[in-house]
């Protein structure tokens, strides 16, 4: 077995991982009480809680652990979904919709506990700031009021002039802190997973994609094959969002793959670490959702842009220094040392998929643009389903798999997305002209 770092995208985050060594690829048949099919933050989560409760595990990747989102993404933690509070409270009513947020809550606090008990290297930053980009009294007051009041997740209003106190912009305006927010290192994370897990008998096999999955009726066990072997397994958790190749179609027909990118910059001079002030992360409230925080002591990473083309668009670097200016004008000489592309897992109901489909069949998967918390709380939903038979899983009950409309759903998308951005820019040079 070798370490070989060059199957992982060109990330800072590659760069700046801790060593692993590369797990073999399955080379053989093998019995598991569990298979998971994908080695992202979702599988090494469910498997490190099943490991821990006795159970055996093999986690079958196609290429290395956390080699998709999971290892490239903007490594903000904190509460919530993809999906907004309030669609989530329309679908589920009031009360369950309080329980999936205090999941959501159980995810944070999950990363945070071990990261303290044997990754604190992983650990980058603390505290986050939602920041909207045009005068938003109201509906910024009122999501603060209704976090801290209705959802027991304390956080702090701040009109636009404490926002500009706090990062040196005037293209914010009102702003929310959100003290449990933190920022990590996903990476090294996903491989103080994977260290425990194989620590604890838990088979990974990297390299090595699961080809085709069916029921024995026979024997009544999953038979999960590869190309020089197969899993059998009672359980089979299916955790491949965007990267997913069609192994179970209902699912892969559900998730919708949509793109977003990353730059981290040059090491930045003294004045420029000025400028942005903080060593919180930042997420505006548009529908690109810009994101950024300061790493490695001195360098930016910046996320952002959301398309469902599945490439790299050509002129990255001008976009995100585009988008960077706009909001620090002084950055116009920032030079980009780092940029990649990566694929988040939709669905169109934009939640988590938490589902059992057929016997012992399992989704943990499109946990979309917030998948750092809710990838953690799937481990322990999943797991503690299995090992326990605890119920919890099924408040997801309403967010089920959904035909994700194919090519044309992609399409209505896109435009859905282009409209959304629009609306921002015409709101955001409102604000410009007329300050209101
Ligand atoms: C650029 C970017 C920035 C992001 N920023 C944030 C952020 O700051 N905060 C946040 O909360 N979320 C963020 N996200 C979202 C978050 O990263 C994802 O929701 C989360 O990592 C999903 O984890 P996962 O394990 O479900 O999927 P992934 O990490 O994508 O893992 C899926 C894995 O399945 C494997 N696979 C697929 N098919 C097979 C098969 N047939 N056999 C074997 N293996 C298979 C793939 O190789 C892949 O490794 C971001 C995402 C991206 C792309």
Redesign the pocket.
Known sequence: MQDNTTQYPPTWYARSKMPFLEQPALGENVKAEVCI????????SIAWQLCQSGVAVVV????R??????????????PGFAGDIDDVERVSGKERAQRLYQYSVLGAETIRTHIQDFAPHCLMGEGKYSVSRYPAVESMQRTADRLTQDYDDPVEYLDASTMRSRIDTDRYFQGIYKPRGFQIH?LNYAIALAEKIVGCGGRIFEN????SLELNQHSGRHNVTTSAGAVQAEHVIL???????G?YEPLHQSVLPV????VVSEPLRPEQLDWVKTRCGIADTGNACD?YRLIDEDRLLW?GKITTARTQPAKLDQQMLAAITDVFPAFADLKIDYR??????YCRHKMPLIQQSEDRLWM????????????AMAGSLVASAISDNDPRWRDFSDYDLVWNGGLLGQAAVQVSYWWMQAKDRYLESRARNTGS
């Open positions: 099919v994908g080695g992202g933050l979702a599988g090494l079958l990747e196609a290429k652990i956390a080699w998709g989102a999971s290892g490239r993404n903007g490594g903000f933690v904190s996903p090595t994609p699961a080809v955790c491949t969002s965007g990267y997913d190749n192994l793109s977003t990118h990353v994101y996320g990649w592309s990566g694929l988040m897992g943990a998967t499109a946990f979309g643009g917030h998948g750092l918390n809710t990838t």
